[in-house]
Structure formats: C-alpha cells, structure tokens
C-alpha cells in the first residue's frame, strides 16, 4: 500500500502565498520523480512543477518565476511554494510520485487525492 497525502490547500487573496506538502508513506523502496498538477473547473489537468530525485526541477511557463518545488527524500515530502498567487492559480492541486513498492521490479505512477487552492480577488 501507497498513499500520497496532499496538505497546505486553502483561501488565498491575489498577491498571497501558500505553501502545499504531500508526503508519500506504505511499502516504499524508493521514489524518483515527484510533481504537481493542477485542474481548474472545465479545464484539463495539467503539469505544475516536476522534480526528480536529483533536485531537478521543471515548471509550467505560467507559474516560473512565482512557484518553487522542493523536495526532502528522507521524509519522501514534496512541497511547492507558492507566490504572488492570482486567481488564474485556482485549482485542485495534486500531487504526483514515480514509486518502486518493496519487492517490486516495476516503477508505478501514484497520485493524490487533491487539495483545493482558492485565490479571491
């Protein structure tokens, strides 16, 4: 069993900050890479903030230079900050992990269950 729990989602005014958590927890050997997505109301989900385990990072054209993601392995916790937050940023935030199980021989894909990001203006 894998289970990835988002935290930090809330109410927010344009020009606010939030910080989200997700930490990964079961029968984990090891974790590779770790992102965030993001769904508005009729909107596709898409691609946030990547990062592998090595600290690389990638991020969409609209959050780069608002957003950073961030990672502690020893904890298997992704965060992503968030400033200078508007209310394009509204969405359901999710967060994603490429995660080898104990005794597995194959990397699976495991998601959150969502958190909520509300900017007002």
């Known amino acids: 069993q894998v289970q990835l729990v988002e935290s930090g989602g809330g109410l927010v005014q344009a020009g606010g900050s939030l910080r989200l958590s997700c930490a990964a927890s079961?029968?984990?050997?090891?974790?590779?890479?770790m992102g965030w997505y993001r769904q508005a109301p009729g909107k596709q989900r898409e691609l946030v903030a990547a990062i592998t385990s090595g600290g690389t990072t990638n991020y969409a054209d609209s959050v780069k230079g608002r957003f950073t993601i961030s990672r502690d392995n020893g904890k298997n916790t992704v965060y992503l900050q968030m400033n200078s937050l508007n209310s394009e940023d509204t969405a359901v935030y999710y967060c994603?992990?490429?995660?080898?199980?104990?005794?597995?021989?194959?990397?699976?894909?495991?998601w959150g269950q969502g958190t909520q990001v509300t900017v007002s203006s």
């Open positions: 079961g029968s984990i050997f090891s974790i590779n890479a």
């Open positions: 994603n992990a490429d995660v080898l199980r104990l005794g597995a021989r194959v990397w699976q894909d495991y």
